[in-house]
């Protein structure tokens, strides 16, 4: 079995995992809008989520030893919710950097949409004008795809290798870690594969095993056998 190390260099987010080579993509990476709209510059919309709630979650996830938070806002029909995790390893300011740049940016990069999920390398933030919190779904998943195939052509010694490496990973992460954060390194394959996965801490242990197993089966239908570098990410 690979070994998984609990601190390395890789990449991570909300309830998502990923492997990755170095990324090719640019990030932020993007889910914009489920058929909910757009709300206009100025409402009491955007003031709820983008001045009084993103604001206190920012602090509250960066100062939190879980590096997360969620919460909402706001009379209805104007309510808003919002969810925001950043990776296991980063500290409490690089947290607060991004999770503010994040939360606005994704105002801008989705046309100021109702329903909005951004992944960043440190962080993962997804903003609403309904309750997405289900510990037992996952919908409004990001996916990006950072390098396409595999070079030396071993698809199947490859999928196998990602298949252990994904299994030792959600394991760590689920059974040993306190931020339910791990980071992997497989050296079965040349050139070897890094991988990463963290669930929020809103999900019991149990509840971020199905999460992130319920990832690594989107990652089969989602990506080719063969792709060397991608991510999942969802609330
Ligand atoms: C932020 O944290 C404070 C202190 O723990 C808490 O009272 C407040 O409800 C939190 N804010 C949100 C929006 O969850
Ligand atoms: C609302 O935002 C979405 C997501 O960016 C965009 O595709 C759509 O065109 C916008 N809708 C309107 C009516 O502007
Ligand atoms: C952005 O949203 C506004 C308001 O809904 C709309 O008028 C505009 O066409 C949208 N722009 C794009 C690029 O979707
Ligand atoms: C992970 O946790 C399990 C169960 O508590 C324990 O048996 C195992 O030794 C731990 N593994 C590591 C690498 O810490």
């Given at each position: 079995m690979p070994g998984v190390y609990s601190s390395s260099m890789i990449i991570i987010h909300a309830l998502l995992l990923l492997v990755l080579i170095p990324l090719a993509a640019a990030q932020p990476w993007t889910n914009c809008g489920r058929g909910q709209g757009n709300y206009s510059a100025g409402s009491t919309y955007e003031t709820n989520l983008l001045d009084l709630l993103l604001g206190t979650l920012c602090h509250n996830a960066s100062s939190s030893p879980t590096l997360f938070a969620k919460g909402s806002l706001g009379a209805a029909p104007d309510t808003a919710w919002a969810l925001i995790l950043c990776r296991g390893d980063v500290s409490a300011k690089m947290c607060y950097e991004c999770v503010t740049w994040a939360g606005h940016y994704a105002a801008t990069a989705c046309n100021r949409s109702r329903d909005v999920a951004l992944c960043c390398d440190q962080c993962y933030v997804r903003l609403a004008d309904h309750n997405f919190f289900d510990p037992n779904g996952n919908a409004g998943v990001v996916s990006s795809l950072s390098a396409l195939g595999i070079t030396n052509g071993d698809v199947v010694g490859y999928d196998w290798a990602l298949t252990g490496l994904f299994s030792s990973t959600v394991k760590y992460a689920v059974d040993n870690s306190s931020r339910m954060f791990a980071m992997g390194y497989s050296?079965?394959?040349?050139p070897g594969i890094y991988s990463a996965a963290q669930c929020a801490a809103d999900l019991s242990r149990p509840q971020c095993r199905n999460c992130l197993q319920g990832l690594m089966g989107m990652w089969r239908t989602t990506f080719l056998r063969n792709t060397r570098g991608a991510r999942l990410a969802g609330p």
């Open positions: 050296a079965e394959t040349e």
